[in-house]
């Protein structure tokens, strides 16, 4: 039965009045952009520094959250951008990091391969904020994300994006793959005849720019989105006080530069900004030793060698451990079933190896998908260095917070300063609001505001 809605009230909400309110419009165009590396702490010391339509035209105007976190551990860029985009945590995205081991050929893979030689967003279990803006808009609504890696560009697009760009490792030009639509690939093929550049924040806020321009995007009622990715890094760390200051206030110029420009071809107060970090940051190597911290290295694959030993003196002899990659160890399932053991029973005897060994905290069972990860999970306590000697791989444990905001700016967006810790996860579900749209199928976090 169909309720009667009075004439009144109908030209009320035409109007986009009720009660004498004033309802706010769906912003023309989202611009999320993701700060690989940023830090509050740097932001803040180099303030004085800064132009005035940067990063202080965000802090004063927008709404920050001072204390931003993600739900989940350790964080890498890939699985960081997957997170602000589905609105949830790797266990349901299955976006653990940039890599992972593939179980059934013990090969490491890239979280953008498709498995046939292409890349696309495939891997991602998950939707997007922008897959829900274009079922919501049947299509209508445009999606684009641009990075100079392909994992933050694809995984910031989602699947139902129009075109995502990253730079080539091969020789260094923008590119694309054959998932995204005719249209996005004319516009990179005319974008690369037409211009040259050095790859950097600058190369990316000027095909953003453009993307903006060729593609039209937020020049009509239906809200378009475009995700772009910075960095907030430096490749040479000898003298890193003075190029953090020179690649901070760089930073500050190019968002500068962005945002007056897309607010002058959308319309000021007819974009909605959204600025977050990837909440890491790839320390400098410390000789702790040197300093009389305390330290070691712990090695990953002696230590998997030494369990397969011990699991054999209780088990008969035979290869449980499969192999071991980044700080995860992987049992071989088939042969513990031909065995009759118990799963369980094996784990729990592995975590009272794994735990009395020197330099490792903690050991636990994985939280995510056996697809994507392996089954015992070591945490090396902070200071030691993880080394596996059969992929050359080594990094230092660090369980230090690295403190980055989240800020919001534009369209409705009241100026103000939060302190209350907020996740990133739940950057997704405010957008949604903002733009009337469902959040991502995964996400299950409450709007910021």
């Not at 951008?81 to 990091?97: D, F, K, L, M, R």
Request: charged share 20%; glycine share 6%; hydrophobic share 35%.
């Amino acid at each position: 039965m169909k309720q009667y809605i009075p004439t009144i009230l109908l030209a009320a909400l035409a109007s986009g009045e009720v009660h004498g309110q004033t309802l706010q419009p769906a912003p023309r165009l989202v611009v999320n952009i993701a700060i690989d590396q940023l830090r509050t702490d740097y932001i803040e010391h180099f303030s004085p520094l800064y132009s005035p339509n940067g990063f202080k035209k965000l802090l004063e105007r927008g709404r920050v959250y001072e204390a931003a976190s993600y739900p989940f551990s350790p964080v890498d860029r890939a699985s960081a951008i997957a997170s602000i985009a589905t609105g949830t945590t790797p266990q349901y995205n299955n976006i653990v990091g940039t890599q992972w081991l593939d179980r059934t050929t013990l090969r490491p893979v890239q979280c953008t391969d498709d498995g046939n030689g292409g890349t696309s967003p495939g891997k991602l279990a998950t939707s997007t904020t922008g897959d829900e803006l274009k079922v919501a808009t049947r299509g209508k609504a445009l999606v684009y994300s641009i990075a100079v890696d392909k994992d933050a560009a694809i995984m910031a697009g989602g699947h139902a994006a129009d075109g995502a760009f990253w730079i080539s490792e091969k020789n260094n030009r923008w590119t694309t793959s054959n998932y995204y639509t005719d249209s996005s690939q004319n516009l990179l093929r005319a974008y690369n005849n037409a211009n040259s550049y050095h790859v950097d924040n600058d190369a990316v806020a000027n095909l953003a720019e453009a993307c903006v321009s060729n593609m039209s995007l937020g020049k009509d009622d239906i809200t378009d989105m475009l995700s772009v990715t910075f960095e907030a890094k430096i490749k040479d760390l000898s003298n890193w006080q003075a190029d953090m200051e020179i690649a901070y206030l760089k930073l500050d110029k190019t968002i500068a530069r962005l945002i007056s420009s897309i607010e002058s071809k959308v319309g000021y107060n007819k974009v909605l900004f959204v600025v977050t970090g990837t909440g890491y940051t790839d320390d400098e190597p410390i000789d702790y030793q040197k300093y009389k911290i305390p330290t070691g290295t712990f090695y990953i694959n002696r230590t998997a060698n030494l369990l397969n030993m011990y699991l054999s003196a209780i088990y008969g002899q035979a290869r449980y451990v499969e192999t071991c990659f980044h700080n995860q160890i992987y049992l071989d399932h088939k042969l513990i079933e031909q065995k009759r053991l118990s799963f369980n029973d094996v784990m729990s005897r592995s975590k009272e190896l794994l735990v009395q060994t020197s330099g490792v905290r903690s050991v636990s069972s994985s939280p995510y998908s056996p697809s994507v990860s392996g089954d015992l999970v070591v945490e090396v306590a902070p200071g030691w260095q993880l080394v596996n000697e059969d992929n050359h791989e080594q990094f230092t444990s660090r369980a230090a917070f690295v403190p980055f905001p989240i800020i919001f700016y534009g369209t409705a967006i009241t100026a103000g300063r939060i302190s209350t810790p907020a996740t990133v996860d739940r950057i997704a579900p405010t957008i949604a609001k903002a733009i009337r749209i469902r959040a991502p199928n995964a996400c299950s976090s409450a709007p910021l505001h």
